[in-house]
């Protein structure tokens, strides 16, 4: 009851003052100020995530145990997410001045000019995909490695949870986003998980599973006379 209780009424507040899904991790401006928001709450979502850790660490409950360790994974990905979602209007690749500065450059008759500008853009955008990129690796590291040691807990005690679910429905989400070579990769210190291809999509919730195709169809009763 005191698992539940402390993992109850952390897992409200991160909802209220965390969570993508409730409006949270909407970055915006140049890519700097963008990436200095995304650094600001990654330093927030360790501070969660140490305070799921004590839920983990303080009770002996294999429930709220493994639940605690699947919303450690939901951190991570309201920040993948956040970050993959920037676009423009939000996402402004220059400020009001730089933007002015390059206009006017390749608004101008000086080729040289206009040859600079262009080039200048192209390194902005390049550095912003490689940086965007880079912290996108990282959170989907730890994302998926909880999402994927909540399950390996979940299938040891036989909890069955909303936060197990939706681990198990985000992990299949994202081995198409992601790939299978980062899959195995992400997993690969998840002790006891045996990572195979397509594992999580064909552990998602609800998923159906057709039977087998046997090449031909079965033969026709035959009537009794």
Known sequence: MAA???????????????????????????????????????????????????????YVSPEW??????????LYDSLRTGLYNVRPPELKMFDAKQEKLLKSAEESDNLELQEKADAIRVQVQQAWRDRREQEINSADNVMVDRYATATVLARRY?????????????????????????????????????????????MRPGQVTAPPSQGTPPPLPVLAQ
């Open 4 to 58: 539940e209780a402390e993992y109850t009424m952390l897992d409200e507040e991160i909802s209220r003052k965390f969570d993508y899904e409730t409006g949270h991790q909407r970055y915006k401006g140049t890519p700097v100020e963008v990436i200095n928001q995304y650094k600001k709450a990654s330093v927030e979502a360790k501070t969660w995530y140490d305070r799921l850790q004590k839920v983990v660490d303080s």
């Open 65 to 74: 145990a493994t639940t605690a360790v699947a919303r450690q994974g939901s």
């Open 158 to 202: 036989n909890v069955s949870s909303g936060g197990v679910t939706r681990a198990l429905r985000r992990l299949a989400f994202f081995t198409d986003i992601i790939g299978e070579a980062k899959m195995k990769q992400y997993t690969a210190n998840v002790k006891d998980l045996n990572y195979t291809e397509g594992m999580f999509t064909k």
